[in-house]
């Protein structure tokens, strides 16, 4: 089993940044890409960010919504992946989860191609 832990959730303003970190632990040898997706109160669940990675390179996947604002990044040493999100809007508010799939490497936006999830952090923007 893999473990994910969401990290760096919080408050903040329309205009500033957050950064997430998602800490993975366990089974981790299987695992070549990770994904944050988000679900907003009474809304659906939805894709923003995607990594995979390999000995030689790493590609990313974003959603429209979030291209050009948030950044994903992974830290090979610490088994982490980041997102670095700025000029957040009220609209970014919702509880963002990270999500790992076993054993394949996928920038998919469909969160049922990710077989191991956090708990999710909060990410709370203010007008």
Same mark, same amino acid.
């Given at each position: 089993q893999v473990q994910l832990v969401e990290? $760096? #959730? $919080?408050? @903040? =303003? *329309? #205009? #500033?940044?957050l950064t997430l970190s998602c800490a993975a632990s366990g089974r981790t040898f299987r695992t070549y890409a990770m994904g944050?997706?988000? =679900? *907003?109160? $009474?809304k659906e669940r939805e894709f923003v960010a995607a990594i995979t990675w390999s000995t030689w390179s790493s590609s990313t996947n974003y959603a429209d919504s979030v291209k050009g604002r948030f950044t994903i990044s992974r830290d090979n040493a610490k088994k982490a992946v980041y997102l670095q999100m700025n000029s957040l809007n009220p609209e970014d508010? *919702? @509880?963002?989860?990270? *999500?790992a799939p076993d054993g394949r490497y996928t920038l998919s936006n469909k969160g049922n191609d990710y077989d191991h999830w956090g708990q999710g952090t909060q990410v709370t923007v203010s007008s």
């Open positions: 990290s $760096g #959730g $919080g408050l @903040v =303003q *329309a #205009g #500033g940044s944050w997706f988000r =679900q *907003a109160p $009474g508010t *919702a @509880v963002y989860y990270c *999500a």
